[in-house]
Nanobody
């Protein structure tokens, strides 16, 4: 079964950088979507970044674009989120998530990740989450 385990969270000063990691395992298909989603207490989960595993194509939220980079080490199947120029609004619990469903496969194969989107409901497997605090 699919397992997602995040690491690398912690505290960072505004303007600094932090890298989150997610060890992903248990996949039976070679093409699936991996994403980072965050949640502030009392607010809804917010999709941050998305990656399609066969070609590593990516898609970002407006708040992440230009500051965050999602990447995948295919050899180890570790997903990363490099966060630069962070600000206090980035403080949240960050989750790694994946989707092996048909909608992800269709969008990824056709270069249509924006149409697939970053809605948390798209993902069917989740890590336990890791806290990032920016002060």
């Amino acid at each position: 079964h699919v397992q997602l385990v995040e690491s690398g969270g912690g505290s960072v000063q505004a303007g600094g950088s932090l890298t989150l990691s997610c060890a992903a395992s248990g996949y039976t298909y070679s093409g699936y979507c991996l994403g980072w989603i965050r949640q502030v207490p009392g607010k809804e989960r917010e999709g941050v970044a998305l990656l399609w595993t066969p070609d590593h194509s990516t898609y970002y939220s407006n708040s992440a674009k230009g500051r965050f980079t999602i990447s995948l080490d295919s050899g180890t199947n570790i997903l990363y989120l490099q966060m630069n120029d962070v600000n206090p609004e980035d403080t949240a619990m960050y989750y790694c998530a994946s989707d092996m469903g048909a909608r992800c496969y269709y969008a990824g194969n056709r270069g249509l990740l924006p149409s697939y989107g970053l809605a948390p409901g798209n993902f069917d497997s989740w890590g336990q989450g890791i806290q990032v605090t920016v002060s």
